[in-house]
């Protein structure tokens, strides 16, 4: 039999295709082989981090955790826990607001959560963890599902507990010799223990400012290690915010008048504000404080401005101002201690717990504007009552 | 007549400090380094004023105050605590139910300051 040459072409292109095919399917075998190794490696490296990763779908069902972590954190084995809810299994001992604020970011806002939480190990054990969870979408928006990556911080806040608490003893231990020392200069000076001569008046004086130096450090260390050991309680009320100025720009008004500067409050706004009375106060005399310890000469103006949600408070002063590469450092906790800049000691801490009260009410405090030798405006925004 | 007041304190220097300095103002002071012979002493006295340490031996100040709101007279005792602890601390737990006049942190406080204090709480008192 013959074939015809229409045969053969016809013949030669199935050959191809077949060859073709061969060699799709070869290479889609090696893509195959390429993402399963791939997938090992990835699979390796999630079960050879610190960190806790679990997938779940938008119900929260968990999908994927890694293995080892996972069994390592909660006491779990895996087979507890894919196809169970995370915080069922987990017994999570947490606020219904705190689920609640979850879900929404997560779900609702789309956003991702971060955030601190306390989840039960299979031992009945609290863990203290970091959480992460985020939203994964499709191109269009839909939630495909969640991943979430926990980190165990338990030990990390036993330290940091054990540290505020030795700060709070040393701290109030410090307070009793010091009160002895102020005390006792100033009943001197005041003439309880007889008259004394002028030439020791000045060094007297010079002795009580030095000890009430040390006392407002001890004070500001304090302060410090209540918050970090999450003691710091907040009574939020209501309040005008113009009489608390007022009231405390009258009661610093002596040590700007001591040193020659001009202590104003203006354009005030009689707006109601929510805050805790005490933190808001302690924050007000810091920036007031701060701001007449560091003016040789001039003024210091404080006003309100303002906004749809929040009154912002702001402190200028014609001081020393902070140079560009100080900055960055003037909310630190401990850098201007060690930093060797004079009297900068007090302050740096003062301001990193200011800021720390001013959050926790739901405001805020930042640096407004600074130049060397002209000055430095503060702002302490504060929320506005509904 | 002059005035009673009571100083509860265990610091001695401190309890001196403010020994000094209430004498000087003319009121008679009667002592006592701890808690539990600071309630004895109350309960036998009743000083016009007591004024008192929170962190003592033996018994500390709260324990003092609860047992000193117990009793007759000592429910409506003056009280001014004279600590050097911040009211959020753990020992002060409930502090307000045991109605001090005043509540100062002695290390904010100068002499002077306690002395109007004290003043203002004792001189109205017939």
């Given at each position: 039999m013959k074939l015809t040459d229409k045969r053969v072409l016809e013949l030669e292109k199935s050959h191809r295709a077949m060859i073709n095919l061969l060699d799709d399917f070869e290479e889609e075998k090696k893509k195959r082989e390429t993402l399963t190794r791939d997938l090992e490696k990835f699979k390796l490296a999630l079960d050879n981090i610190s960190d806790q990763v679990v997938i779940a779908d938008a119900k929260g069902i968990m999908l994927y955790a890694n293995k080892t972590v996972m069994e390592k954190i909660t006491g779990y084995k895996i087979e507890d826990a894919i196809g169970k809810k995370a915080g069922v299994l987990w017994k999570t001992p947490m606020p219904k607001e705190y689920y609640k604020k979850f879900w929404h970011t997560i779900k609702t806002e789309k956003k991702s959560f971060v955030g601190e939480i306390k989840n039960k190990r299979k031992n009945g054990e609290v863990y203290t963890a970091t959480l992460n969870v985020s939203p994964v979408l499709?191109?269009?928006?839909?939630?495909?599902?969640?991943?979430?990556?926990?980190?165990?911080?338990?030990?990390?806040?036993?330290?940091?507990?054990?540290?505020?608490?030795?700060?709070?003893?040393?701290?109030?231990?410090?307070?009793?010799?010091?009160?002895?020392?102020?005390?006792?200069?100033?009943?001197?000076?005041?003439?309880?223990?007889?008259?004394?001569?002028?030439?020791?008046?000045?060094?007297?004086?010079?002795?009580?400012?030095?000890?009430?130096?040390?006392?407002?450090?001890?004070?500001?260390?304090?302060?410090?290690?209540?918050?970090?050991?999450?003691?710091?309680?907040?009574?939020?009320?209501?309040?005008?915010?113009?009489?608390?100025?007022?009231?405390?720009?009258?009661?610093?008004?002596?040590?700007?008048?001591?040193?020659?500067?001009?202590?104003?409050?203006t354009k005030l706004d009689s707006s109601i504000v929510s805050g805790d009375l005490d933190k808001v106060k302690e924050i007000l005399n810091n920036l007031i404080g701060n701001a007449i310890n560091f003016t040789d000469k001039g003024s210091i103006i404080v006003s309100t401005k303002v906004d749809k949600n929040m009154v912002e408070i702001s402190i200028t002063d014609t001081g020393i101002g902070i140079a560009k590469e100080d900055i960055s450092k003037l909310f630190g906790q401990f850098q201007q201690l060690g930093s060797g800049q004079g009297n900068l000691g007090s302050t740096g801490l003062g301001l990193n717990i200011s800021k720390e009260m001013a959050r926790k009410m739901g405001g805020d405090l930042w640096l407004e504007k600074t130049e060397v030798g002209v000055g430095s405006t503060f702002v302490f925004a504060i929320p506005k009552s509904n | 007549m002059a005035k009673i007041l009571l100083l509860i304190e265990?610091?001695?220097?401190?309890?001196?400090?403010?020994?000094?300095?209430?004498?000087?103002?003319?009121?008679?002071?009667?002592?006592?380094?701890?808690?539990?012979?600071?309630?004895?002493?109350?309960?036998?006295?009743?000083?016009?004023?007591?004024?008192?340490?929170?962190?003592?031996?033996?018994?500390?100040?709260?324990?003092?105050?609860?047992?000193?709101?117990?009793?007759?007279?000592?429910?409506?005792?003056?009280?001014?605590?004279?600590?050097?602890?911040?009211?959020?601390?753990?020992?002060?737990?409930?502090?307000?139910?045991?109605?001090?006049?005043?509540?100062?942190?002695?290390?904010?406080?100068?002499?002077?300051?306690?002395?109007?204090?004290?003043?203002?709480?004792?001189d109205v008192i017939k």
């Amino acid at each position: 039999m013959k074939l015809t040459d229409k045969r053969v072409l016809e013949l030669e292109k199935s050959h191809r295709a077949m060859i073709n095919l061969l060699d799709d399917f070869e290479e889609e075998k090696k893509k195959r082989e390429t993402l399963t190794r791939d997938l090992e490696k990835f699979k390796l490296a999630l079960d050879n981090i610190s960190d806790q990763v679990v997938i779940a779908d938008a119900k929260g069902i968990m999908l994927y955790a890694n293995k080892t972590v996972m069994e390592k954190i909660t006491g779990y084995k895996i087979e507890d826990a894919i196809g169970k809810k995370a915080g069922v299994l987990w017994k999570t001992p947490m606020p219904k607001e705190y689920y609640k604020k979850f879900w929404h970011t997560i779900k609702t806002e789309k956003k991702s959560f971060v955030g601190e939480i306390k989840n039960k190990r299979k031992n009945g054990e609290v863990y203290t963890a970091t959480l992460n969870v985020s939203p994964v979408l499709d191109k269009d928006g839909k939630l495909l599902f969640f991943i979430g990556i926990e980190r165990d911080i338990t030990k990390e806040k036993e330290i940091d507990r054990a540290k505020s608490e030795f700060l709070a003893i040393a701290s109030h231990e410090l307070r009793t010799p010091l009160t002895a020392i102020d005390g006792l200069i100033s009943m001197i000076l005041d003439g309880e223990y007889g008259a004394i001569t002028e030439n020791i008046r000045q060094p007297l004086k010079d002795t009580s400012s030095s000890s009430e130096r040390l006392i407002h450090l001890v004070n500001d260390l304090l302060s410090l290690s209540r918050m970090q050991a999450g003691k710091m309680k907040y009574a939020l009320s209501c309040f005008n915010i113009d009489e608390v100025i007022k009231n405390t720009v009258h009661l610093l008004q002596p040590l700007s008048i001591q040193k020659g500067l001009d202590l104003t409050a203006t354009k005030l706004d009689s707006s109601i504000v929510s805050g805790d009375l005490d933190k808001v106060k302690e924050i007000l005399n810091n920036l007031i404080g701060n701001a007449i310890n560091f003016t040789d000469k001039g003024s210091i103006i404080v006003s309100t401005k303002v906004d749809k949600n929040m009154v912002e408070i702001s402190i200028t002063d014609t001081g020393i101002g902070i140079a560009k590469e100080d900055i960055s450092k003037l909310f630190g906790q401990f850098q201007q201690l060690g930093s060797g800049q004079g009297n900068l000691g007090s302050t740096g801490l003062g301001l990193n717990i200011s800021k720390e009260m001013a959050r926790k009410m739901g405001g805020d405090l930042w640096l407004e504007k600074t130049e060397v030798g002209v000055g430095s405006t503060f702002v302490f925004a504060i929320p506005k009552s509904n | 007549m002059a005035k009673i007041l009571l100083l509860i304190e265990d610091d001695q220097i401190l309890l001196g400090m403010y020994q000094k300095l209430l004498s000087n103002h003319g009121y008679t002071i009667h002592t006592a380094m701890d808690g539990e012979d600071g309630l004895k002493k109350a309960l036998q006295e009743h000083p016009d004023l007591i004024l008192l340490d929170i962190r003592m031996p033996k018994m500390d100040g709260m324990t003092m105050l609860k047992y000193l709101r117990a009793d007759k007279w000592g429910k409506d005792a003056k009280v001014i605590i004279l600590t050097n602890l911040d009211p959020t601390d753990q020992i002060l737990h409930g502090v307000i139910n045991t109605n001090p006049t005043y509540y100062m942190i002695k290390s904010n406080t100068k002499p002077e300051q306690v002395l109007e204090r004290i003043k203002e709480v004792v001189d109205v008192i017939k």
